[in-house]
């Protein structure tokens, strides 16, 4: 802690200029604590508190803070920061009580942080059934009004905690949860309905796909079966695959959300198997073979399961151009152990 003694003297014009000189070197020096900046609870968003409550619902930025000196050490962003400057502030500390937009897309886009997300291909979450929108920003906080930004994805606090009919604010017991809170017949959010889907539609029926026909991780598959076999990582046959392990949302060539790259899902996949990348191409509407063979890979091999899929792995029968939605609905196991 630094103090600063003040002496009297006659009051002139230089002693004044020396002063205020003074304050404006210690100002600059001193480190600044954001108290309503939570280091422990994660917490970025600016609260009335801001300021000691004197900042808050101010639109400048720069009348308290010194470009200089923010996020000194935190070098990825401050790099951002340094050039794009104030502007950056609302994507992760909110609006500070004004009517600002949250500028998200000034950091995460494919030229600054072009892994967090990936965002490459036409296809993502745009709360559009018909056609592909552009991504903006309003878009990315329906999902992470909150987020930590401390690079590790935790579902309590990197999502948006959406009140629900049936289990009000209820706390996510997993990611499935929060995608469920919209992606159902019955309890949809008020603010963001399913529109055009039909009554097939898998944006409707994924709450009783997961909850009643999936058996992508119901626990009583042995891995036994003929088709048995996966790759290393941290999947067995009584993990529950998670939505966004094979849907992802922020870009994909491929309809129905489906990954189009190893890194953007598959999380818990050998690291090194996943971000080798391998591409996913999805054919025609039915074939996922290069999908399936990320994790699956025959120990007995039959039915081509030899065969390049096209991605560079083997692993799984019938691998190019047949129908795997004959059998294996959304991810249905009609055999023990596949």
Not at 48 to 54: L, R
Not at 72 to 83: C, L, Q, S
Not at 152 to 165: A, E, G, I, M
Request: hydrophobic residues 30%; proline residues 3%; glycine residues 8%.
């Amino acid at each position: 802690m630094k103090f600063i003694v003040v002496i009297a003297m006659p009051r002139n014009d230089n002693f004044m200029r020396l002063l205020v000189l003074a304050f404006l070197v210690i100002f600059i020096t001193l480190p600044v604590q954001a108290l309503e900046v939570s280091r422990a609870s994660g917490n970025l968003l600016l609260s009335p508190s801001h300021g000691g409550g004197e900042a808050w619902g101010k639109k400048t930025c720069s009348s308290c803070h010194v470009l200089q000196r923010m996020h000194k050490n935190v070098p990825n962003i401050k790099t951002i920061v340094d050039r794009k400057k104030f502007v950056t502030c609302t994507g992760c500390h909110g609006t500070n009580g004004t009517t600002a937009i949250r500028e998200c897309l000034v950091c995460h886009n494919p030229k600054d942080l072009p892994e967090h997300p990936i965002r490459t291909g036409k296809h993502r979450h745009d709360f559009n059934l018909k056609k592909d929108l552009p991504t903006t920003s309003a878009q990315c906080v329906v999902c992470h009004a909150g987020s930590d930004m401390d690079g590790k994805f935790v579902v309590s606090k990197d999502l948006t905690l959406l009140d629900d009919k049936l289990a009000g604010k209820q706390p996510y017991v997993d990611v499935n949860d929060f995608c469920l809170r919209c992606h159902n017949r019955t309890h949809q959010q008020k603010k963001h309905p399913i529109k055009n889907a039909g009554k097939r539609d898998q944006s409707i029926n994924a709450e009783d796909d997961y909850l009643h026909i999936d058996k992508h991780g119901v626990t009583d598959g042995s891995g036994e079966g003929v088709y048995n076999g996966l790759r290393s990582g941290r999947y067995n046959y009584k993990t529950i695959v998670d939505c966004v392990d094979c849907h992802t949302m922020h870009g994909t060539t491929n309809h129905s959300l489906i990954l189009d790259d190893s890194r953007k899902g598959a999380f818990l996949l050998d690291q090194e198997i996943r971000k080798t990348p391998y591409k996913v191409e999805v054919f025609g509407n039915s074939d996922y073979s290069q999908l399936c063979v990320l994790c699956h890979s025959m120990k007995q091999v039959i039915h081509g399961g030899d065969s390049d899929t096209g991605n560079g792995l083997s692993g799984v029968h019938f691998n190019f151009g047949s129908d795997c939605v004959t059998c294996h609905n959304h991810g249905e196991r009609v055999q023990k152990g596949l």
